[in-house]
């Protein structure tokens, strides 16, 4: 059983920066894919960003192309997600997730690990 656990969220104003971490517990990430998904009020859950175990593969949402950055330290057993040049429509709950498959899948139906969720907002 692997246990993930966000941290790193807040309140920032738009066209500021935040780092999200995602720890693990219970097994090693470092055969697991791993991503990071986000949802807003009324909305429903979306990727934000995706990982492949080694590192060497990643997608992005196109809303968060050239300002978010997945990667992930396996010694440390952790993920991570910065932002830069956040806009107040990037206010959400972001989970973080694994799959044991590996390669980074950008379909949440992959993942079966989640974590509770680290919330972000961003005022405008």
């Known amino acids: 059983q692997v246990q993930l656990v966000e941290s790193g969220g807040g309140l920032v104003e738009a066209g500021g920066s935040l780092r999200l971490s995602c720890s693990a517990s219970?097994?090693?990430?470092?055969?697991?894919?791993m991503g990071w998904f986000r949802q807003a009020p009324g909305l429903e859950r979306e990727t934000v960003a995706v990982?492949?175990?080694?590192?060497?593969?990643?997608y992005y949402a196109d809303s968060v192309k050239g300002r978010f950055t997945i990667s992930r330290d396996n010694a440390k057993n952790r993920v991570y997600l910065h932002m830069n040049s956040l806009k107040p429509e990037d206010t959400a709950v972001y989970y973080c997730a694994a799959h044991g498959g590996g390669w980074a899948s950008y379909s949440l139906d992959n993942y079966n690990y989640w974590g509770h969720g680290t919330l972000v907002t961003v005022s405008s």
């Open positions: 219970g097994r090693s990430l470092s055969s697991y894919g």
């Open positions: 990982i492949s175990w080694s590192g060497d593969n990643t």
